[in-house]
C-alpha cells in the first residue's frame, strides 16, 4: 500500500491514519481516513458509493478528510478532520449487517473519529451504527439530528453573502440560481431559495426530482450535464464534487459560485481559473460547515439557539475571506487555504504545548 500512501498520492497530506476495513461476512469493503486531530477528534461523514476503482475512493477519502480539517478549524469547532467512505452501491447492497459491521470498525478507533451520514448514507443508516458505538451524530434524539437542513441554512446565507458582494444586491429577490442536485442539501436549498424570490434553475440526474422542482417549486429545468453551463447569477454544486474544472469553467455564465458541494474544484488550479474570469467563488468547507457545527454540538447541552447563531457565522468567514482576497489579490481558495492552515498551525503547536512536546 505504500506506492498508494507515501509521496506517490498526490491527496496524501500527513494524514495520521488511514485505515483499510474488510468484512468476509458482510461484504465490507471500507477506507476511513483521519486527517487532524490537532483541534480534536476527527468528525466526518459516511459516504456510501461504488467506485470505479479502489484508487479513486482512496483519492476520495484523502481528499475528502483533509477538507473536513479545514472545515472544522474554519468554522471554529473543536474538531480534527476524518471521513469514510464504504465502497457499496447504497440502492442495492447496503444492509444493516454492513453497517453495523463497519460501526465496530469505528468503535475499535475509540472515538477518535466520529462519522455521521453523507452521500449515500442517511439517518436512519446512522441510527442502525448507534447500535454498536456512540461514536456517530447526527441523531435526532440527541439533537438537531438530519446535518441536511443546517448545511442548507449556511449555504442560503453564503449565497446572500456573495451576492451582496459581487453584485451589491441586498436581498435575492430575482437573483437567478442555479442549483444543481436536489438531494437532501439542494432541495432544502432549493425551498429556502424560493422563499427568497430568487428565481431557481433546477438539475438533477434523478428526472423525477426535477419534475417535483418544476412542479411545486416552479423551477426551471435544465439537463445535469449542462447546468453548470447555464446562464444566472449564482451557481450552487449540491451534488458531487469536481465539477470546477479546466473544462467547465470556460462555459461558466454566472458571476458567483456558491453551493454545499464538498470539494468543488477539481484541482487547486480551478480556484484561480474561476478568480481570472472574475467569477467569486465561496470556498466549499466554509459555506457548507453547517452540517458539520450541527452535529459538534449534539450532546446533552444541545440549544438550537447556539446552532442558529454559529450557523450565523459563516457569512462573517466568507466576508473576511472575500476582503483578503482582494487586498491580497489571491483567488478566495487560496485565501481559504491559507487561512487554514495558519489556524492549524496554531491548534498544533497548541495540542504540542498540551502534551509537553516542544519543537527545538
Ligand atoms: P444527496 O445524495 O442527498 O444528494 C445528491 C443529489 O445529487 C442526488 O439527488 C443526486 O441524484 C444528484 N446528482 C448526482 N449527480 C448529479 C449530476 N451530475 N447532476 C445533477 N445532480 C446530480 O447528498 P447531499 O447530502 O444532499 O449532499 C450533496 C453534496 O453536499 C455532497 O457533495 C455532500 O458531500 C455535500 N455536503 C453535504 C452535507 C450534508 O449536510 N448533507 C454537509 C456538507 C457537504
Redesign the pocket.
Known amino acids: 500500500m505504500d506506492f498508494m500512501l507515501g509521496h506517490g498520492h498526490e491527496e496524501f497530506d500527513n494524514h495520521e491514519l488511514v485505515a483499510f476495513c474488510r468484512d468476509a461476512g458482510t461484504g465490507l469493503s471500507a477506507i476511513i481516513a483521519i486527517h487532524d486531530t490537532s483541534a480534536g477528534p476527527a468528525a466526518g461523514g459516511c459516504r456510501m458509493m461504488r467506485y470505479a476503482t479502489f484508487a479513486d475512493a482512496l483519492t476520495d477519502v484523502l481528499r475528502l478528510s483533509k477538507g473536513m480539517t479545514y472545515k472544522a478549524i474554519m468554522a471554529g469547532m473543536p474538531f480534527g478532520g476524518g471521513k469514510a467512505v464504504i465502497l457499496a452501491d447504497p440502492r442495492k447492497e447496503k444492509t444493516p449487517e454492513l453497517l453495523m459491521a463497519f460501526a465496530e470498525r469505528v468503535a475499535r478507533l475509540g472515538g477518535t473519529f466520529i462519522t455521521g451520514?453523507?452521500?449515500?448514507t442517511t439517518v436512519a443508516d446512522i441510527e442502525v451504527m448507534r447500535r454498536v458505538t456512540p461514536h456517530v451524530r447526527g441523531i435526532p434524539a440527541n439533537g438537531h439530528g438530519d446535518?441536511?437542513s443546517m448545511?442548507a441554512l449556511g449555504v442560503l446565507k453564503g449565497i446572500e453573502t456573495a451576492v451582496e458582494h459581487q453584485l451589491r444586491a441586498h436581498d435575492l429577490k430575482g437573483i437567478r440560481v442555479i442549483v444543481?442536485?436536489?438531494?437532501?442539501?439542494?432541495w432544502r436549498l432549493s425551498k429556502l431559495l424560493r422563499n427568497t424570490g430568487a428565481i431557481l434553475i433546477a438539475?438533477?440526474?434523478?428526472l423525477e426530482?426535477m419534475e417535483k422542482a418544476r412542479r411545486q417549486l416552479g423551477a426551471t429545468i435544465v439537463p445535469?450535464d449542462h447546468?453548470p453551463a447555464a446562464e444566472a447569477d449564482v451557481y450552487a454544486p449540491?451534488?458531487?464534487?469536481g465539477t470546477l474544472s479546466e473544462r467547465t469553467i470556460g462555459d461558466l455564465r454566472v458571476s458567483i459560485v456558491a453551493g454545499?458541494?464538498?470539494n468543488q474544484l477539481a484541482t487547486a488550479e480551478d480556484g484561480r481559473r474561476l478568480a481570472d474570469r472574475g467569477v467569486l467563488y465561496a470556498p466549499d468547507y466554509v459555506i457548507?460547515a453547517g452540517?458539520l457545527i450541527s452535529g459538534a454540538l449534539e450532546g446533552p447541552s444541545f440549544d438550537h439557539a447556539e446552532l442558529l447563531e454559529r450557523v450565523g457565522q459563516i457569512p462573517k468567514t466568507l466576508r473576511d475571506l472575500f476582503t483578503r482576497a482582494e487586498a491580497e489579490k489571491l483567488p478566495t481558495s487560496i485565501v481559504a487555504d491559507l487561512t487554514a492552515q495558519e489556524r492549524l498551525a496554531q491548534a498544533r503547536a497548541q495540542k504540542q504545548k498540551r502534551e509537553g512536546v516542544y519543537h527545538q
Do not use: K
Not at 438539475?203 to 434523478?206: C, E, N
Open positions: 451520514e453523507d452521500v449515500g446535518p441536511s448545511t444543481q442536485g436536489l438531494g437532501a442539501v439542494g438539475s438533477d440526474i434523478d426530482l445535469p447546468s449540491c451534488a458531487l464534487g454545499a458541494a464538498n457548507n452540517g
